[in-house]
């Protein structure tokens, strides 16, 4: 897996100050898509165990809430293993920060995939820039969901995270 970035001190992409992954590779390519930079699954820096400890080490800080995974698309089918991975690892080693990952995908599509249950929050669904809205919470255009995992399991139906 590819990545071109690490945010260490986010407050645009999930609760609280995060630290962002942006994952290379997306094929959604979403007309007016804001990270155009990120479609190429071959751009940007490996990630690799020093990508890794530099994550970890901006996780550890007290004062970040949690992880967000965006991209590029994190459950693209080259990023999917890698980024479950992660998942468990900062589910193990940090049980009390929030979990947050940025898909094109829809639910009904990546449901099922083992270790998603891990995550607290997905923002699905894929860019559209005829219902692009500014006023929208955490994502860009209206068709978009901003999903609470755990109760949407508990639920058995999609309960949006507000």
């Known amino acids: 897996m590819n990545y071109h970035n690490i945010t260490k001190e986010d407050m645009l992409n ?7 992954l ?5 094929e959604n390519k979403c ?6 930079i990120t479609w190429d699954k071959n751009g940007g820096l490996p990630f690799d165990k020093a990508a890794e400890d530099e994550l970890f080490e901006a996780l550890s800080k007290p004062f970040i809430t ?23 690892k900062c589910r193990s080693e940090f049980p009390n920060k929030t979990i947050w990952l940025y898909t094109g995908l829809l639910w ?9 249950e891990l995550v607290d929050v997905v923002a699905e669904g894929r860019f559209v820039e005829s219902l692009k809205d500014n006023n929208l919470k955490w994502v860009g255009s ?3 969901r901003v999903i609470d995992v755990k109760r949407t399991l508990e639920a058995g139906s999609i309960v949006l995270h507000c």
Request: aromatic residues 6%; hydrophobic residues 30%; glycine residues 16%.
């Open 142 to 144: 209206s068709n978009q």
């Open 66 to 88: 949690g992880i967000t995974f965006s991209g590029g698309d994190p459950m693209m089918p080259y990023n999917r293993d890698e980024i479950i991975r992660l998942i468990q």
């Open 22 to 26: 942006w994952v290379s590779g997306c």
């Open 14 to 20: 999930g609760d609280g100050i995060r630290v962002v």
């Open 108 to 116: 009904d599509d990546i449901k099922d995939i083992k270790g998603l």
């Open 31 to 36: 007309e007016g898509c804001h990270n155009q």
